[in-house]
């Protein structure tokens, strides 16, 4: 049986949060992460287990952005006019391009961080919003303040539209295809020091390759031919003991999680 990674109150809050922040940003944008993979497998994975795939607790979004518009255009689009509607809505500027919402599990109340620090910390759970760009622009720093992340691999989808429009709970999303939300993830992977985020990215990957609309051989011949370098780093993060942990998690034996993971460096 599936284990969710994360308290029931905290998933369940982000995909709340998820579903009323997407209506208010200004389009086009990427639902990319832990919910872009959600909405990309979770009809098949619950087929297979009965119980729907593991929630996320961030939501992250991608905005374009084209390098060599003006300052003054750069101002004014999508990804400018997002930050603006996260913020009216409660989200709190976090780090460089994370904003954050502060939440008592017990109530679903949200608190400031004034209010927070009075109260324990396993009693609150923060809900963030990754706001990212597909290209920096050069003047992004003096415009925003702040360094922007970017996803190039996020560039192919609004250049070549490659797009996937899926329906969640009546709301329309854009989000990669299987193979390139499956890069971000393969890359993601390599960077990971927190453990929940490791687990979660080793749950991910397995779950694009096995559970995906396209099938398993398909997604790995692309992925072999486009992405060679990220197939190979990505399972080398892939430990045993990451493994066991995502077997676990998904709901399978670890032999079955290795055996579909190993797709990715077979015949490369």
């Not at 976090?94 to 324990?120: H, L, P, Q, W």
Request: net charge negative; proline share 4%.
């Amino acid at each position: 049986m599936p284990e969710q990674l994360y308290d029931r109150v905290e998933y369940e809050s982000a995909l709340t949060a998820l579903k009323e922040i997407v209506t208010q940003l200004p389009e086009p944008f990427v639902l990319i992460g832990g919910w872009g993979v959600y909405v990309t497998v979770n009809e098949s994975f619950a087929d297979e287990h009965g119980a729907p795939y593991l929630g996320s607790r961030d939501i992250d979004v991608c905005f374009q952005v084209d390098p060599d518009c003006s300052e003054s255009e750069l101002r004014t689009c999508t990804f400018s006019q997002a930050l603006t509607v996260i913020q009216s809505i409660g989200y709190s500027p976090d780090g460089s391009f994370r904003y954050c919402k502060i939440i008592k599990k017990d109530t679903g109340e949200v608190v400031t961080k004034e209010v927070a620090r009075n109260i324990g910390m396993y009693d609150l759970f923060y809900l963030y919003i990754d706001v990212m760009v597909d290209n920096i622009h050069p003047k992004q720093k003096d415009v925003f303040g702040f360094h922007v992340l970017d996803e190039p691999v996020i560039r192919r989808v609004f250049s070549e539209s490659t797009g996937v429009t899926v329906v969640l709970n009546g709301v329309e999303l854009l989000i990669p295809p299987p193979v390139m939300l499956l890069v971000t993830k393969l890359v993601s992977i390599q960077n990971r020091t927190k453990d929940d985020k490791l687990t979660k990215d080793a749950c991910d990957i397995y779950a694009i390759l096995w559970y995906s609309s396209i099938s398993y051989k398909k997604i790995l011949e692309e992925i072999h031919r486009q992405y060679p370098q990220e197939c190979r780093a990505g399972f080398d993060a892939i430990t045993d003991d990451v493994s066991k942990k995502a077997a676990r998690h998904l709901g399978i034996d670890v032999e079955t999680y290795r055996g579909v993971i190993r797709g990715l460096i077979e015949n490369l």
